[in-house]
């Protein structure tokens, strides 16, 4: 068990959001009925699969709430193509954040054609977690918009991708505000550090560190 911080392992290429288990570097991603898994996982309710009874759903994080290995509330968010009705999915969206501020952990946020949702959140929290957009491939300008909340950035398979949306937000990104990830790609996070690296032209042992460094900042289960 590692209580309020991770295994020291993980400074090993850590990835931040991940559908693949057995990886003890990884925060795997809890979905409906999965069970809880045997290493770090986030546990929330994706829009895809949120309905009427997602109260139901969220009894069920907040009672595994204490489990040390929980380190994120998420995926969670908003969804205009495959989600319901937006009063509804920003009203479990607030519920998870406040569960969020509440256990000090950040959000893995899922976010697809809903940034104007995401700012209305914002807009009317002054005081919000720490949401973590995961996969971020957007247009740049979207999180310069945002970039003023407390908002980070996960960066995944997209960065491997010439001049994607991913590759040219990274390279204005302020480095306090990322995070890697595989989510549910089968490319490896380390090829993920690398490209990072290059793009940036950044050691891969300093970006580690800045991710370890970042977490630590927004996190009460620490990187050690």
Not at 75 to 99: N, R, S, T, Y
Not at 172 to 182: G, N, V, W, Y
């Amino acid at each position: 068990m590692i209580s309020q911080n991770f295994q020291s392992d993980l400074v090993h290429f850590p990835d931040f959001h991940t559908h693949q288990k057995g990886n003890v570097f990884s925060i795997f991603n809890v979905l409906p009925d999965e069970g809880i898994p045997d290493q770090c996982f986030s546990w929330g309710i994706h829009p895809w699969y949120l309905n009427e009874n997602w109260d139901k759903e969220l009894e069920k994080i907040v009672a595994s709430s204490s489990n040390p290995r929980l380190l994120a509330i998420g995926e969670c968010g908003f969804d205009l193509i495959k989600g319901p009705e937006p009063k509804l999915q920003m009203k479990a969206f607030v519920a998870q954040a406040d569960l969020a501020i509440k256990l000090g952990l950040p959000i893995i946020l899922h976010c697809v054609k809903g940034s104007h949702l995401l700012q209305e959140f914002l807009k009317n929290n002054p005081n919000p977690p720490a949401i973590i957009w995961h996969g971020y491939n957007q247009k740049p300008k979207i999180a310069e918009n945002l970039i003023s909340f407390r908002l980070y950035f996960s960066f995944g398979k997209a960065l491997l991708k010439q001049d994607s949306n991913a590759q040219q937000w990274l390279l204005k990104c302020p480095l306090d505000r990322i995070f890697f990830e595989t989510d549910n790609s089968e490319i490896s996070i380390s090829a993920i550090y690398q490209q990072a690296s290059l793009l940036l032209g950044i050691p891969v042992g300093q970006l580690v560190h800045q991710v370890r460094e970042n977490w630590n900042r927004i996190s009460n289960r620490k990187m050690t």
